[in-house]
């Protein structure tokens, strides 16, 4: 890794598991942190998910790598007796100790923020939890599509009328709670800049999905009056729509009303500005469904790069919708390197996505393979000052078990 990257130096020790908190330590790691990972002797489950559905099912563990290259890797079993002064020596060790067990486990565990913070006062303490560290439901363990799509009401409102609640991407959830996790622990750095103090930071799955729902939220704070589930072919508002093309593309529409007589002069209908169904907003809403029908006739009627170039020359926010095979062709994501090369992985998976967030004239560190189990199990002891004998005893009792070779 670089030696002069922003982070370069920083030393962060991902406890989590599956996705939000070890992604957040992909960031840190992306502008050069050098994290451990801490996985029990089993592993992290998240580690089997390619074959694991709804997942996508692939040879390669592609979850893996996304969620965790960059990282060394270590086992170690904190049930056991003797896991307590490798714990503390890791603390000693990090800038930055990143948890998402559940509250209940980590009292036992002794993983509470009090627990550790008396070995580091300087630590920063990241905590990720399904719903937050207090309320009814603080102990409930929490996954995206539970805590960040359910329980926020974005699930409610990411469907049309009529239709049940879907199944979302996994991850989704996830992955933006681990941009305000990374926030926190970057805020919390800054603090210990001007304070020297450690910090306990938190962010929920729930809070996190509030926060992408917020619109409709804050409307419900002040009552506001809801629309009903979007109807495609009802819609509150035909120029913002879902539409389909002559070779069969869906693409979604926003037409602001500055833009409403550029569109329909691009379009080839004009007279929709003097129609007498849509010549005032009353006569417009009561008439939406006759407008998205003629809407629906114009668009069918050429192909997707058609309306590419019409709406494009007219300046008119627009967007296909793409799937996951067409997007990574999409030559957008590596010009601006969204999508960039994965070193040492193996197998077909030669790129990974990047994190989010970019600072020109910074160069990120070029992405490395995911740790095998405990890969990196007695270099980590060796760096925390654990003698060979003491190391072998460690692994003797299984506290952290020797690495096997090439272990994924």
């Not at 060394?72 to 003797?82: E, Y």
């Not at 009401?153 to 959830?173: I, K, N, Y």
């Not at 804050?218 to 002559?246: G, I, S, W």
Request: glycine content about 8%; charged content about 20%; hydrophobic content about 40%.
């Amino acid at each position: 890794m670089a030696s002069d990257n922003i982070f370069s130096g920083l030393k962060v020790v991902d406890l989590a598991s599956f996705i939000a908190g070890p992604s957040a330590a992909v960031i840190l790691s992306d502008f050069g942190a050098d994290v451990i990972k801490v996985e029990p002797p089993v592993g992290d489950l998240w580690r089997h998910a390619n074959k694991l559905p709804p997942q996508p099912v692939a040879d390669d563990a592609y979850t893996w790598h996304l969620a965790n290259r960059n990282k060394r890797g270590m086992t170690l079993d904190l049930k056991s007796p003797s896991a307590q002064p490798v714990l503390e020596r890791l603390v000693k060790w990090a800038d930055v100790l990143i948890v998402n067990t559940p509250h209940p486990a980590r009292k036992r565990l002794k993983l509470d923020y009090d627990d550790v913070a008396q070995f580091n006062p300087r630590l920063i303490y990241a905590d990720i939890t399904g719903f937050g560290d207090k309320g009814p439901d603080a102990d409930l363990p929490g996954f995206d599509i539970t805590s960040y799509w359910a329980r926020s009401g974005l699930l409610s409102m990411t469907r049309d009328a009529g239709a049940p609640p879907t199944w979302p991407v996994a991850g989704s959830g996830d992955n933006a709670t681990a941009v305000g996790l990374y926030s926190a622990i970057v805020t919390a750095l800054y603090r210990r800049e001007r304070t020297g103090k450690g910090a306990h930071v938190t962010t929920s799955l729930l809070a996190e999905g509030i926060w992408s729902a917020s619109v409709s939220i804050q409307a419900a704070l002040c009552e506001a009056k809801f629309f009903p589930p979007h109807d495609r072919m009802h819609p509150a508002n035909a120029a913002m729509n879902v539409y389909r093309t002559k070779d069969d593309t869906w693409f979604v529409l926003i037409v602001t009303p500055d833009k409403l007589d550029a569109v329909a002069k691009a379009i080839g209908r004009p007279d929709l500005l003097t129609d007498p169904r849509f010549s005032d907003p009353a006569k417009l809403m009561a008439n939406m469904p006759e407008l998205t029908t003629i809407l629906d006739e114009v668009f069918c009627s050429q192909p997707m790069a058609y309306w590419y170039e019409v709406f494009s020359k007219a300046h008119v926010t627009f967007g296909a919708v793409r799937g996951p095979k067409e997007v990574v062709n999409d030559p957008q994501l590596r010009s601006n390197d969204i999508i960039v090369p994965l070193e040492g992985a193996g197998g077909k998976l030669t790129s990974t996505i990047s994190s989010p967030i970019q600072l020109h004239g910074v160069a990120k560190v070029t992405a490395q393979r995911a740790p095998g189990l405990g890969e990196h199990n007695d270099e980590v002891l060796r760096q925390l000052g654990f003698s060979a004998s003491e190391i072998d005893g460690l692994h003797a009792s299984g506290t952290i078990p020797k690495a096997k070779e090439h272990a994924a």
